[in-house]
């Protein structure tokens, strides 16, 4: 079974930045998107960034132009520069692994890794 090892977070004051990774145990084939989402206390999670098979990437409004992701598609790996960061981004932050299967789409989670924001 395909497991996503999440590193990077941690406890860091306003203005300042992170770098988070997130590595697969294992090839993983027929990828279609890899990214990152969120979830803060009380909150649903929610999508921060994701890089599409194609090449292309999403972000939340509310992280643009601060969080660039990255992937490293050969090792299975995504990254997520967080620069800026803001009390708000206060979450745990969760890998996602999306693909494609003939039934339709499967999801890959990582086990989520704490990120706190201070002001």
């Known amino acids: 079974q395909v497991q996503l090892v999440e590193s990077g977070g941690g406890l860091v004051q306003t203005g300042g930045s992170l770098r988070l990774s997130c590595a697969a145990s294992r090839y993983i084939s027929s990828i279609n998107a890899m990214g990152w989402y969120r979830q803060a206390p009380g909150k649903q999670r929610e999508l921060v960034a994701v890089?599409?098979?194609?090449?292309?990437?999403n972000y939340a409004d509310s992280v643009k132009g601060r969080f660039t992701i990255s992937r490293a598609s050969a090792e299975n790996s995504v990254y997520l520069q967080m620069n800026n960061l803001k009390p708000e981004d206060t979450a745990v932050y969760y890998c996602?692994?999306?693909?494609?299967?003939?039934?339709?789409?499967?999801?890959?989670w990582g086990q989520g890794t704490q990120v706190t924001v201070s002001s």
């Open positions: 996602n692994v999306k693909v494609l299967r003939a039934k339709g789409f499967e999801d890959y």
């Open positions: 890089s599409m098979i194609t090449g292309s990437t």
